[in-house]
């Protein structure tokens, strides 16, 4: 095992590798109740997307673990997440059958770029502005997404959407454990969502919103799951909607993938020569999503956990990904978690991914404008994919009306027309 991982030469044991993988693991855990409740939303049967998230999650990290001996948490991604279920399902009309096979090529598209120069030129062709925008544009969407499941923010005939019934024991057992949820974050409570989980299934359950009598305590059944499973569809591959959803998706792959592992390999783990590496092995790690039946995994935040806590190799991710793996022994729990338990989270992560817009220059309106589109557009359109469209295609106009055209990449401006072409397209059709 040390010679495999080459735990010497990273400077570290097997005691602190697997501490490592411990730490990211109680870190990560959340996403497993979190994703399997956003796939239902997409149609997807509960417990076959909780499966689905953690086999996904397990074959991810040993991808990463072995092809670029990172300490990397692989896991379904908050935000292309949303963008599966409530954009490719909800917005583009696709189910989530035809949803997956979308996903399968969006990790082809991503695996073409990884694997050749392109990561590099796309990364320095797209303007940061925009970049930073999807990310807070996306943490603004899960955030609605959150107040809604908690039934804070519901819908009103008058004027679209307004506050919930406060007397309602779903929107007080939310509120409780929001509260809860931040007091444990702020503290930096190990495994503080995980906890907040637990502590939120408990108020629901003494409000009377779940009932543990209903729990069915059998071993793990696939009997829903084989139906999920290899099930991804290309049905629609000839169609306008399912190459909108593969082109999206693998859009948000490719920018927050390489963005993450900048700030996670060269930056905290300072091993830049495990970059490339790492962005082929998520890669893989999405196409095999598809097959699972779940939305892409991408390298996520939490990975820092691990390597504050001083992984330094693939070891940790193994660690993580078994652990994960495990888990599946508690889904009997983990589908009896209800929405006023997650929609915290989903706020807190929101507000998390708010803080990239200080990345933004607002002080030159050619760049805050076209960003400020996109922030604004994903939540009110409830679309990931219409949101970005809108400032790409803002973007060479504010260029060109201030004669700043030198500035604009060929790349930013085939993208442009992609966008504004499925626009027109979908105008007159």
């Known amino acids: 095992m040390k010679g495999v991982f080459k735990l010497r030469e990273s400077n570290t044991n097997i005691k602190k590798e697997v501490t490592a993988g411990l730490t990211s693991f109680f870190s990560i855990i959340y996403i497993i109740a979190v ?122 005939s008058d004027h679209f959407v307004g506050l919930g019934d406060l007397s309602s024991p779903v929107v007080l057992a939310f509120i409780i454990n929001l509260i809860i949820t931040l007091f444990l974050f702020l503290k930096k409570v190990p495994g503080n969502f995980l906890i907040s989980i637990i502590v939120g299934t408990i108020i629901s359950y003494f409000l009377g919103i779940i009932h543990f009598s209903s729990m069915d305590l059998s071993l793990v059944s696939f009997k829903e799951y084989k139906n999920v499973f290899f099930s991804f569809d290309f049905g629609k591959m000839a169609t306008i909607p399912f190459w909108t959803a593969a082109f999206s998706v693998a859009l948000v792959l490719v920018f ?57 190799t693939g070891l940790t991710s193994v660690v993580t990904g078994f652990c994960i793996l495990l888990s599946l022994f508690f889904l009997p729990f983990i589908k009896l978690v209800p929405n006023s338990a997650i929609a915290p989270i989903l706020i807190l992560l929101g507000g998390l991914m708010l803080t990239n817009i200080v990345n933004i220059d607002f ?67």
């Open 35 to 156: 994703n399997g409740h956003i796939l239902q939303d997409s149609g997807m049967p509960l417990e076959a997307g909780i499966i689905a998230t953690v086999l996904a999650s397990f074959a991810g990290c040993l991808l990463v673990a072995f092809m670029a001996n990172a300490p990397l948490v692989i896991v379904p991604g908050m935000g292309i997440n949303a963008l599966f279920t409530y954009t490719l399902v909800g917005s583009l009309g696709l189910n989530y059958m035809e949803a997956l096979g979308a996903v399968v090529l969006s990790g082809v598209l991503f695996a073409i770029v990884a694997f050749t120069r392109l990561s590099t030129i796309i990364s320095r062709s797209i303007p940061s502005s925009l970049k930073e925008a999807i990310s807070v544009g996306i943490g603004l969407f899960i955030a609605f997404i959150g107040l809604q499941k908690g039934g804070l923010i519901v819908g009103n």
């Open 363 to 429: 002080t030159d309106f050619t760049e805050a404008f076209p960003a400020f589109l996109i922030i604004i557009m994903i939540p009110l359109t409830y679309s990931i994919v219409d949101g970005i469209a809108f400032g790409f295609i803002a973007y060479p106009l504010v260029k060109l009306f201030t004669n700043k055209q030198k500035q604009l990449s060929l790349s930013i401006c085939i993208i442009s027309i992609l966008f504004l072409t499925n626009f027109l397209l979908h105008a007159v059709g």
């Open 256 to 312: 927050e993938n390489i963005g993450l592992l900048h700030s996670q390999v060269d930056g905290m783990l300072k091993a830049p020569e495990k970059n490339s590496k790492s962005l082929q092995a998520v890669s893989l790690s999405a196409i095999l999503c598809g097959f699972f039946g779940t939305s892409p995994t991408v390298s996520t935040v939490e990975t820092a956990a691990g390597i504050t806590a001083g992984g330094r």
